[in-house]
């Protein structure tokens, strides 16, 4: 386990061994004590998190009511800076999970959670209090991830994939780093713009158009965490110029480009997600 101090807060973060056994599938082990809030900023996967600790988090800000404890959230949870994760004492595995494959875990598409982030138990009932006592059972940070990785094997194995096409053109989002025409999504799914439209924001959770520029948005953001310029970014990245890039990055995390830079949701990332692995 890794220590990251941020302020008053200190994060141990812990890593797997191994890669999941399902693609799309990347994993976190963190406990944190101290009291700093944290400003969510959006990710292009679903959000799992899974607590076992003595403290609970809490997710202030997002649609809804504050939330406590274990939860699920669509892509792009903390879409304009406004929410905020706090807690002390917590313990807990966070999963990220890509859009395509969240269906068949959670027995939900990410386009039903409506932007809200929503209590485990709300989706899978009496089984999540189980999950809670079996991490805390277990006696390493390996013997989660394999508990986890086993659990939601089992799930995607039992569950309902989204259409091929989907699929496709998620991929495709990913590849070109967000940078596509929705047109040419559609052509080359071999469907008419409203028919991708509609498929994809009820399974992934997002307009494809929404969801590129999160991506776009993504690789920007960890880019400028690494350092570099911000003209420099917004030239590689497909934005327009630096005024563009800024409006983007406000839109997306609420704070300016230079702020984005030093938030620790970001800074943590190369500790948590080797490879930046949010979207796999």
Not at 46 to 55: D, S
Not at 71 to 87: I, K, M, Q
Request: charged share 20%; hydrophobic share 45%.
């Amino acid at each position: 386990m890794r220590t990251f101090v941020r302020g008053a807060a200190t994060w141990g973060v812990a890593c797997p061994r191994r890669p999941s056994r399902m693609a799309g599938v990347t994993m976190a082990g963190f406990r944190i004590h101290g009291p700093e809030a944290l400003r969510m900023v959006p990710h292009p996967a679903v959000t799992l998190l899974l607590e076992f600790g003595e403290g609970s988090p809490v997710v202030d800000g997002a649609a809804g009511r504050p939330q406590r404890g274990s939860f699920v959230a669509g892509p792009g949870l903390g879409s304009g800076g406004a929410t905020r994760a706090r807690g002390e004492n917590i313990a807990c595995v966070q999963v990220r999970l890509s859009p395509v494959i969240a269906h068949s875990i959670l027995g939900a598409s990410p386009g039903e959670l409506a932007g809200a982030v929503v209590p485990l138990g709300d989706l899978w009932g009496r089984e999540a209090a189980r999950i809670r006592e079996q991490l805390a059972d277990a006696s390493s940070w390996q013997e989660r991830f394999a508990f986890t990785d086993a659990l939601l094997t089992r799930r995607h194995l039992a569950g309902r994939p989204v259409d091929p096409e989907v699929a496709w053109a998620w991929r495709r989002i990913l590849g070109t780093r967000g940078q596509v025409r929705v047109d040419a999504l559609a052509a080359g799914a071999g469907w008419s713009r409203k028919r991708l439209w509609s498929r994809f924001r009820s399974q992934v959770g997002l307009p494809p158009k929404h969801a590129a520029k999160l991506v776009r948005f993504d690789h920007a953001a960890h880019r400028l965490v690494a350092g570099e310029g911000a003209a420099r970014v917004a030239a590689d990245t497909g934005y327009a110029d630096q005024s563009h890039l800024h409006r983007e990055v406000m839109a997306f995390a609420g704070a300016t480009p230079a702020t984005v830079a030093g938030e620790p949701f970001l800074t943590v990332d190369d500790i948590a997600w080797p490879g930046r692995g949010t979207t796999a």
